[in-house]
């Protein structure tokens, strides 16, 4: 079955087209990376997917649904999630809370101002878990916004799959990393998307090269290949807009 | 033993919501510990908006008149009826008609945060006031609607007609709001507040409509300014349109900022003190309203946090046992603090005679019990001497306050843990 299916996407902000006629398909279970130059629209993209700006035109499903036009959290709730490239948490709250906060609403509490909160063992149990698949079990009492820049960017993938979601999206999750910490963040990435549909954005080549089934490249708004690594790394339209010596 | 530890600050409170009126027997100080019961439940009801889900509202006495106002009406309606509903309920009444109006206005002003809900709601609190003074039956013009409440059912024998008995009505009341409204902060919903404060965005990409949890927020804060309205309308026995104004939602902003938005008992600190002020320093001086404007203008320069967050700092130094370390350096800063202080009430005192009073009431006054005129040039000079003087000598000696703090600090650090 395929979990995403976006077919003519395309988005305007006033005179300027940004997406211009995006079809894609990622099957279920499927690690899909899209890469493109800078301003090729890749964020712009999962803005359109994930609900924070409108479509244009075209169609976006979500296992077989119609996803476009919903807001955020209603795409949240049918089941797709996505993480930012700027870190986006709750930076007040603490990271137990971030995550806490996360998976609230896929267990069905939804506004609830008439049942304590820190009764719930699901809820409990549940952030326990994803805290310790993040690595930062040990920091559940501290600020979020205190965190390291890399925990913050655990914080943020932790945040995203903690309410279950089967599609997830991760817009440049090894952004102003090292490579130390990238591995790292690969290796989680790896294990947290385990039997889910990863769509990523990610500017690493080593990253995409290694983690990806499929490989998608956006250039100017328009998908110009969309194949495996090996033959996304022989394709010459690909290397001549985008992947020049980076591949090798 | 945690069960305890968790319940001790609530047995404390009602133990001291108890014995307050027998600490402070006079009619004044009832009446004032009344209106402070009643304004921790207001400030707490505004702080579920500002504190809570980061919602900076200027019309929240809205929701207090209204409140107010329907309960009011409802006492008279009561007494002309012959109604067997007793005292106590009216609340119920005042809560229902903030939650209605919280919905009403809420719809509407609770789909965008930051400067658009700040803006909608003093529109709406300039709406909702001006029509007040021209929707004369409801909301009885200048002089306002009257009642009398010892004229309704008793309620087991008690008619509510003295004082204290209002008094612990009130309290009641007000123990039951904190409760119910602290439970709220410990609900998913409660919770959500903060991240949509936090990071509305975020929360979308969670589940949760930022907007939605803003409504109910709005709402249930209604409801409590509600309850508050009603229990100023049966303390005293009068509504009238400046409960409803700017003024009034001015008040409230003023007691949550310097009680501290952040904590939850911040509010409750707020209230406390700026009734307490508010009740004496007008006995005091005309320029009370003065002093409350110096008092929110050093608070956000100074302390943005409030008391709470001044006294949440303290927290740590006396766990570590290093509170008495501090104590020498604060002793000796509150020398030129109060110079500073007096200087400054001293010049405000002065300029209030001079350009208020002195017209009719010729020059001489008298601050601190000390008379003086204030045409001459000499109580002037002392009092900007007293003030400057103070001022320079507080900059010097506060780096002792600093270094207390570094040393207190350091040797809590060094303790093992």
């Known amino acids: 079955m395929t979990a995403l299916s976006l077919q003519n996407v395309t988005k305007s902000f006033g005179q300027m087209e940004i997406i211009r006629g995006v079809t894609l398909d990622v099957p279920q279970g499927e690690r899909h990376a899209v890469i493109g130059p800078n301003g090729a629209g890749k964020s712009t993209l999962f803005n359109l997917i994930s609900g924070r700006f409108p479509i244009s035109a075209g169609s976006i499903r979500l296992e077989d649904q119609e996803i476009s036009g919903l807001r955020p959290y209603e795409i949240n709730r049918r089941g797709l999630s996505r993480s930012f490239q700027v870190t986006n948490i709750f930076p007040r709250l603490s990271v137990y809370e971030n995550i806490r906060c996360a998976v609230l609403w896929s267990l069905g509490y939804k506004y609830s101002f008439w049942r304590g909160v820190n009764g719930l063992a699901d809820a409990r149990e549940r952030s326990e878990d994803i805290m310790e698949r993040i690595g930062l079990a040990a920091r559940r009492r501290d600020q979020a916004g205190v965190l390291t820049y890399a ?14 979601a089967r599609v997830i999206l991760l817009d440049e999750p090894m952004a102003g990393m090292s490579r130390s910490e990238t591995e790292h963040a690969v290796a989680l990435v790896r294990k947290v998307t385990e039997g889910k549909t990863l769509l990523m954005v990610e500017h690493d080549m080593g990253v995409v090269f ?11 708004g328009k998908i110009i290949a969309s194949d495996t690594p090996q033959r996304i790394r022989e394709n010459a339209a690909v290397k001549e807009a985008y992947l020049g010596e980076e591949a090798h | 033993m945690n069960v305890l530890g968790k319940l001790a600050p609530w047995i404390l409170f009602a133990i001291l919501l108890a014995v307050a009126p027998f600490i402070f027997t006079s009619g004044t100080s009832r009446t004032m510990l009344s209106i402070m019961a009643l304004s921790i439940i207001f400030a707490l009801s505004y702080n579920m908006l500002l504190g809570q889900t980061g919602l900076l509202s200027f019309g929240h006495a809205v929701y207090y008149g209204l409140g107010g106002f329907v309960a009011i009406h409802a006492m008279n309606a009561v007494i002309r009826n012959k109604y067997a509903i007793p005292l106590p309920v009216i609340p119920l009444v005042g809560g229902a008609a903030g939650l209605f109006f919280g919905i009403v206005f809420g719809s509407v002003s609770t789909r965008r945060a930051g400067t658009v809900f700040s803006m909608i709601s003093l529109g709406l609190g300039e709406l909702v006031a001006s029509s007040a003074l021209i929707l004369r039956t409801f909301f009885g013009g200048e002089e306002g609607i009257t009642t009398n409440r010892s004229r309704l059912a008793p309620f087991f024998g008690y008619k ?14 007000c123990f039951v709001c904190i409760l119910l409204m602290y439970a709220i902060t410990r609900t998913p919903f409660g919770r959500m507040c903060n991240a949509v404060r936090e990071n509305p965005e975020r929360a979308e990409f969670v589940g949760y409509s930022a907007r939605m949890v803003r409504f109910i927020a709005f709402s249930l804060s209604g409801l409590f300014a509600g309850i508050a309205g009603s229990l100023a309308a049966l303390n005293f026995e009068i509504m009238n349109t400046q409960s409803i104004g700017a003024v009034q939602s001015g008040l409230v902003l003023l007691m949550t900022f310097v009680g501290g938005a952040a904590s939850f008992i911040g509010p409750i600190i707020g209230a406390v003190l700026i009734t307490y002020l508010q009740v004496t320093l007008s006995d005091v001086t005309g320029a009370w309203q003065l002093y409350f404007g110096l008092l929110f203008i050093v608070m956000v320069m100074y302390s943005p946090g409030g008391i709470a967050v001044w006294l949440a700092l303290h927290e740590p130094i006396y766990r ?15 020398i030129p603090l109060i110079v500073m202080i007096a200087g400054g009430i001293l010049l405000i005192e002065l300029a209030d005679w001079a350009l208020v009073k002195a017209e009719t009431e010729g020059p001489e006054t008298s601050v601190f019990h000390i008379p003086m005129n204030s045409n001459s040039f000499v109580p002037w000079i002392v009092a900007i001497v007293l003030f400057v003087g103070g001022a320079l000598a507080l900059k010097r000696t506060w780096p002792l306050v600093q270094d207390a703090w570094g040393a207190a600090l350091a040797r809590i650090r060094e303790q093992p843990a």
């Open chain 2, 160 to 173: 509510f007609g003295p004082q204290i008995e209002v008094y612990y009505l009130i309290a009641c009341w």
């Open chain 2, 320 to 334: 570590g046992g290093q509170l008495g370390r501090l104590m020498p350096a604060y002793a000796i800063n509150a």
């Open chain 1, 151 to 164: 925990e913050q960017r655990a914080l943020e993938i932790g945040i995203t799959i903690a309410g279950g």
């Open chain 1, 210 to 220: 290694g983690l990806a089934d499929r490989i998608s490249v956006l250039v100017y």
